[in-house]
């Protein structure tokens, strides 16, 4: 006797279908050109007094939020997406291990889906310490450098001239550490 009267408390199968019913005959009036607004809305109203009975969630903030915005004026019909490519590009999921081979394993975990239009955020790695001596360092960087750029084809260096970059850079560097 206690079985049947745990069974008897949830709401019925016909309760739950006239509900579902119900909602998609409204949605239909929503994306239907020539039904008036006021008929919509008198829909959406009678759904949420008498049919919201075992339904989720979702359907019914759905159903209360187009009430809103038939309150608020607004009267736009909802945009009903038919096209495969716009479902497919919302929901990317990345799999964390290979596809199972055979059909008997378990399917593989897989992470949150990723947006395909935002960036992931960069975390600001925190600023390097500076080395020794570095300021002093990339002086000397520099002057090897414009002095082996004269020593270029093209740059009009003499040849004893070019022959004193590398020593010359490696007085500087001394000089840097003393």
């Given at each position: 006797?206690?079985g049947?009267?745990?069974v008897a408390?949830?709401?019925?199968?016909?309760?739950i279908?006239?509900?579902?019913v119900?909602?998609e005959?409204?949605?239909?009036?929503d994306l239907d050109?020539n039904?008036?607004?006021t008929?919509?809305?008198?829909?959406?109203?009678?759904?949420?007094?008498s049919y919201?009975?075992?339904?989720p969630?979702?359907?019914?903030?759905?159903?209360?939020?187009?009430v809103?915005?038939?309150?608020?004026?607004?009267?736009?019909r909802p945009?009903l997406?038919?096209s495969?490519q716009a479902?497919v590009?919302?929901?990317q999921?990345y799999?964390v291990v290979?596809e199972?081979?055979?059909?008997?394993?378990?399917?593989?975990?897989?992470a949150?889906?990723?947006e395909a239009h935002?960036?992931?955020?960069?975390?600001a790695?925190?600023?390097p310490?500076?080395?020794?001596?570095s300021?002093?360092?990339s002086d000397?960087?520099?002057?090897?450098?414009?002095c082996?750029a004269?020593?270029a084809p093209?740059?009009?260096?003499?040849e004893?001239?070019?022959?004193?970059?590398t020593?010359?850079y490696?007085?500087?560097?001394?000089?840097?550490?003393?």
């Amino acid at each position: 006797m206690v079985g049947l009267a745990a069974v008897a408390c949830g709401p019925s199968v016909q309760s739950i279908y006239e509900g579902d019913v119900r909602f998609e005959h409204c949605y239909r009036l929503d994306l239907d050109l020539n039904i008036a607004p006021t008929h919509r809305e008198a829909c959406w109203k009678q759904w949420l007094n008498s049919y919201t009975y075992g339904q989720p969630r979702d359907r019914i903030e759905y159903a209360r939020r187009r009430v809103r915005t038939f309150a608020a004026g607004d009267i736009t019909r909802p945009t009903l997406e038919t096209s495969g490519q716009a479902r497919v590009e919302r929901r990317q999921f990345y799999v964390v291990v290979p596809e199972p081979t055979s059909a008997h394993a378990s399917p593989p975990p897989i992470a949150t889906p990723v947006e395909a239009h935002t960036e992931p955020t960069a975390v600001a790695a925190p600023a390097p310490i500076p080395t020794p001596a570095s300021g002093c360092a990339s002086d000397c960087d520099a002057a090897w450098h414009s002095c082996e750029a004269a020593c270029a084809p093209d740059g009009g260096a003499s040849e004893a001239a070019c022959k004193s970059c590398t020593p010359d850079y490696k007085r500087c560097m001394k000089r840097c550490f003393d």
